[in-house]
């Protein structure tokens, strides 16, 4: 692939393209906000897909909205919709692919604006999601609109797709349509997810994660007599006790080469998402107290977040190890530890394609180099990387990346159209006539 060098005229056309569209782009960024695709459960999945395909169709856009069937999370109640948009250029060539994940985390409490009314307010859109991430998926259609209007002539193609469950995993929206070759190298060359990095930053990939369930077992008595028994949820107050003074410590030691942000995710690091013991929650309306009685098992959740010098196996080991010393040592404790998924980490070299075009389109747009990150957290990356089998994939997008999942979250009406200049120049770049 060789790239080329835009014209004064051009670049002019783009960046006056774009400004042009600076309603329109708060307007979008809006609409789709007030759609709210909470997940879990995974509400309004088709009304954004079909929402986005009317919009692309009258943009030239051939348009598909595919229902994940049988994924992980996809039912009746709660189908898993994706939208894939294709516009295809006077000649072939290679294809750039913006994937935008269309879901949202629940809300949560704090908010001061409606999170749900995409409320401007001094060059900000609040609501949940604006950063994380319909603005920049607002962003990517604007630029790609614009793009296609100053350079008709483009070789290739462009593709946009809007997914399903990236917070909850990927495993319904990006996941699947590699699964269907929707990311295999043949189809797609360039891949740009608009995740909120900040504008002026390059992310190359992310950590590795593993989730597991760690269940201990006890024995059920009467409270009365706890000596007859044997508490499961002690037995998991001693591998609490026993991560606190040997695991967490040992975490902290690790330490990576990868540029991940912020500084303090340069390590290894676990967190416990849940835990779980004795008797059930009782059912709303319940008035009762709990019967007395010993608990027989005690759940946790763990989230362990791992560096690319470290091995699956070796994440796992570790705490294996840990639960094996506890049974050795602590009279009747016993365990069992499922495995709920593993994503090896990924960083795309800084050399390849999409990274050096996107590096330049910073440096016109912002007058500043790129500074090049690796997330603490996946993202859909991993399916592309993983299943599609494809390197050349960055994420890059407007919104400030602590902000994702706070309450009165926001994204910058300005940071959209300085990302989505970038991204169109990052189109001229890679997909103008030659």
């Not at 189908?79 to 294709?86: G, I, K, L, T």
């Not at 996941?175 to 295999?184: D, I, R, T, V």
């Not at 991993?382 to 960055?394: E, F, M, Q, S, V």
């Amino acid at each position: 692939m060789t790239t080329t060098t835009i014209d004064a005229d051009t670049r002019q056309r783009l960046l006056s393209a774009i400004d042009s569209r600076r309603d329109d782009l708060i307007a979008l960024t809006q609409d789709l906000i007030r759609i709210p695709t909470v997940n879990p459960p995974g509400q309004n999945y088709r009304e954004i897909c079909e929402y986005l395909g009317t919009r692309l169709k009258a943009s030239g856009y051939a348009v598909e909205l595919i229902r994940a069937d049988g994924a992980v999370g996809d039912i009746d109640l709660y189908p898993r919709w994706n939208m894939v948009a294709r516009r295809e250029g006077k000649s072939p060539g290679e294809t750039v692919h913006f994937n935008s994940h269309h879901d949202v985390v629940e809300v949560g409490r704090g908010w001061t604006v409606d999170p749900f009314g995409g409320e401007l307010r001094n060059d900000r859109i609040y609501g949940r999601g604006t950063c994380d991430m319909k603005g920049g998926l607002a962003a990517s259609i604007i630029a790609a609109e614009a793009f296609a209007e100053a350079v008709p002539d483009y070789v290739g193609a462009i593709e946009i797709s809007a997914t399903a469950d990236e917070e909850t995993g990927g495993f319904g929206g990006v996941a699947y349509l590699a699964e269907k070759g929707y990311f295999s190298p043949e189809r797609v060359q360039h891949v740009i997810i608009p995740e909120p990095l900040n504008k002026d930053r390059i992310c190359l990939g992310h950590r590795g994660v593993w989730w597991a369930e760690i269940e201990t077992f006890g024995r059920i008595a009467h409270g009365s007599m706890p000596f007859l028994g044997d508490s499961a949820i002690r037995h998991m107050g001693a591998l609490l006790a026993e991560f606190e003074r040997t695991l967490f410590p040992a975490l902290a030691e690790k330490h990576t080469a990868m540029p991940v942000v912020p500084p303090g995710a340069r390590q290894s690091t676990m967190n416990i998402n849940s835990i779980h013991g004795g008797q059930d929650e009782p059912e709303d309306g319940y008035t009762g107290f709990p019967a007395p009685v010993v608990p027989h098992s005690a759940r946790i959740v763990i989230d362990r977040r791992y560096l690319i010098e470290e091995s699956p196996a070796e994440v796992r080991q570790e705490v294996v190890d840990l639960l094996d010393r506890l049974t050795a040592e602590r009279p009747d404790f016993s365990y069992e530890i499922r495995d709920l998924w593993t994503i090896s980490p990924t960083m795309t070299e800084r050399e390849a394609p999409v990274v050096t075009a996107t590096a330049r389109a910073i440096e016109d747009v912002l007058g500043v180099g790129p500074e090049y990150v690796v997330s603490p957290g996946t993202y859909d990356q991993k399916h592309i990387d993983r299943i599609g089998r494809l390197k050349n994939c960055i994420a890059y997008g407007p919104g400030i990346l602590d902000l994702a999942h706070q309450p009165d979250e926001w994204v910058g009406v300005t940071d959209m159209l300085d990302s989505a200049k970038v991204m169109a120049l990052t189109l001229r770049d890679l997909l103008g006539p030659r």
